[in-house]
C-alpha cells in the first residue's frame, strides 16, 4: 500500500511546533549577542530542514497508519502500509499485521455465529417476530412468512397481525418492560388459534430490536380440548338417557303399575333394551379408549383377511334371514394377507357390515367385496403404499345425504339420531372404525346416493406390499 503526501499546511504547521524550542534557543544566544544575526538565521534554516526531513516522511508514516485503521474499523479488506519509519523505530507494521488476523479471525467467529443463529432462529417452529420500539417488525423467522407473507419488514404489527389483544399486550410491555402471554384468535384467511409470549429487551439501539414476540398455533390444541369436551358431553347425555329410562320405570313399578302383571312384563322388557343399550355404549367406549392407547403401536401380525371377514358374516346369518336381506361375498382367489391386528379388523368388519344390515332396507341386498387395488379415492393420499387390500360392503338403504358425509366417522355423529336409536345405535361404530384403520395405516371412503344406498370403502395395507 503507497504512502498517500501530507497536505503542505500541515506539515509546516508540526515542523514549526517541533523547532520552536531551537528558536527559543537561537533567540536567547542572539539576544545576548553570542550569536550573530547570520548565524542565527543559519542554524534556524539549519534545524528548520532538518526537521522537515524528519517529520515528513513520519507524518506519511502516521497518516497512513491512521487510515488503515480507519479502514480496519469499517471492516475494509486493505494491505497493511509500508511504514518504513515507524518499522525502524516500534516494528508497527508486524503489530498492524498481527492485528489484522486476530481481527479477521474475531470477525469470522462473529459471522459464523450471527449465521448460526439464523439458521436457529429460521428453524424454530413457533412464529418469531423482532420488533424495535416504534413497533415496527425489524426481523422474522420462516414461520412467520410462511403464515403471515414474505415482505414483513418495517411494517407496523397491527397491519400484520390484526388482533386488538395482541396489539394490547405488546404495547404494555413496550411501556412498562413487563413480558406477557395473550391468548387471541384471526378469523382470516381461516380462523386460527395463537398463544403468544412477548418479551421487552433490556437495551436496544435506536431502531433495533426492542420486543420479541414468539407465537405458537395452538388451533388442533383446542380443536382437540372441544372435541374432548363435546366427547364427554355427548357420552355424559348418551348414559344419562336410558338411566333416566330405567330409573322411571322402576318409580312406576313400584307404584302405579305395581299389581299390573302385564305392564311390569312391557318395563321389564324396555329396562332391558336399555341396559343392552348401556352395555353397548360402555363397550364401545372402552373400545375407543383401547384403540386410542395404541394409536402409536402399529400391528405387525399376518392377518387372512378374507377368513376375518367370512367368520363374521356368520354371526350375522339370523340378523340377515329376520330382515331378508340378502348377503353376497365377492371374494377372487388367492386374495394376499394383511397387516393387522386380527381383533380390530374383525370389528372394523362387523361394524360396517352391522350398519349395512341395521339401516339396509328390507328384502335387499347387501353386497361385501374383498379386492387388491393400486386406485385409491382422490380426495384419499395414502404414501406408504402402493397397493391396499379394498373391503367394501354396499346396501340398498335410504342412502345418505353429501353434507353428512364427511362427518360420518365423528363421535356421536348421527344423521337421524331418532333412527339409530331405534335400531340399536350408539353413534360410535363409524368413529371406532376410523380409530382402528388409522392405526393400521388404512383410510375409509363412504359414497352414497339418496333413496338408492350407500358404499363404505376400507382400505388396508398388505403384508407384502
Do not use: C
Amino acid at each position: 500500500m503507497a504512502l498517500k503526501r501530507v497536505p503542505l499546511r500541515t506539515i509546516i504547521k508540526v515542523v514549526g511546533i517541533a523547532t520552536l524550542p531551537s528558536l527559543v534557543v537561537l533567540s536567547l544566544f542572539a539576544v545576548n549577542e553570542r550569536l550573530s544575526i547570520h548565524s542565527f538565521l543559519f542554524g534556524y534554516i539549519a534545524v528548520w530542514v532538518g526537521t522537515w526531513m524528519v517529520v515528513v516522511p513520519l507524518l506519511m508514516n502516521l497518516r497512513a497508519l491512521t487510515e488503515y485503521i480507519f479502514d480496519l474499523s469499517e471492516d475494509k479488506k486493505t494491505l497493511v502500509p509500508e511504514l518504513n519509519v515507524l518499522k525502524t523505530i516500534f516494528n508497527i507494521p508486524e503489530a498492524l499485521l498481527r492485528l489484522r488476523a486476530v481481527w479477521d479471525h474475531k470477525a469470522m467467529d462473529m459471522q459464523m455465529v450471527i449465521r448460526e443463529g439464523e439458521v436457529i432462529v429460521d428453524t424454530l417452529p413457533d412464529i418469531l417476530l423482532m420488533l424495535n420500539d416504534r413497533l415496527h417488525i425489524v426481523r422474522t423467522n420462516r414461520a412467520a412468512r410462511t403464515v403471515f407473507g414474505q415482505n414483513l419488514a418495517k411494517k407496523k404489527i397491527e397491519s400484520v397481525i390484526p388482533s386488538r389483544l395482541l396489539l394490547d399486550a405488546v404495547v404494555a410491555v413496550n411501556e412498562d418492560f413487563r413480558g406477557r402471554e395473550v391468548e387471541f384468535r384471526l378469523e382470516e384467511p381461516v380462523v386460527r388459534d395463537f398463544l403468544a409470549v412477548i418479551e421487552r429487551l433490556s437495551a436496544s439501539d435506536k431502531g433495533g430490536v426492542s420486543l420479541v414476540i414468539t407465537m405458537n398455533d395452538i388451533t388442533e390444541l383446542k380443536s382437540v380440548e372441544q372435541m374432548r369436551a363435546d366427547f364427554v358431553a355427548n357420552a355424559s347425555h348418551e348414559i344419562r338417557t336410558p338411566l333416566a329410562s330405567i330409573s322411571g320405570l322402576i318409580e312406576t313399578i313400584r307404584g302405579p303399575a305395581r299389581d299390573d302383571d302385564k305392564a311390569i312384563d312391557e318395563f321389564l322388557e324396555i329396562m332391558a333394551e336399555q341396559a343392552e343399550r348401556m352395555r353397548q355404549l360402555i363397550n364401545d367406549l372402552l373400545s375407543l379408549s383401547k384403540i386410542e392407547m395404541n394409536a402409536h403401536t402399529p400391528p405387525i401380525d399376518r392377518v387372512d383377511f378374507v377368513k376375518v371377514v367370512q367368520r363374521e358374516i356368520k354371526m350375522f346369518d339370523l340378523i340377515a334371514r329376520e330382515k331378508k336381506v340378502h348377503i353376497v361375498l365377492d371374494v377372487p382367489d388367492d386374495v394376499p394377507d394383511v397387516i393387522g391386528e386380527r381383533n380390530e379388523l374383525a370389528q372394523v368388519v362387523h361394524n360396517l357390515v352391522g350398519n349395512a344390515l341395521k339401516y339396509g332396507s328390507a328384502n335387499s341386498e347387501v353386497l361385501i367385496t374383498v379386492r387388491v387395488t393400486t386406485e385409491l379415492p382422490p380426495d384419499i393420499v395414502v404414501r406408504s403404499h402402493t397397493r391396499m387390500l379394498l373391503f367394501s360392503v354396499r346396501d340398498e338403504g335410504e342412502g345418505i345425504a353429501k353434507e353428512h358425509l364427511a362427518r360420518l366417522t365423528e363421535r356421536f355423529y348421527r344423521v337421524d339420531s331418532a333412527r339409530t336409536r331405534q335400531v340399536g345405535g350408539t353413534g360410535l361404530g363409524l368413529a371406532i372404525v376410523k380409530g382402528i384403520l388409522t392405526r393400521h395405516k388404512g383410510v375409509i371412503s363412504i359414497t352414497s346416493t339418496v333413496g338408492k344406498g350407500s358404499v363404505f370403502s376400507v382400505y388396508v395395507p398388505l403384508y407384502d406390499a
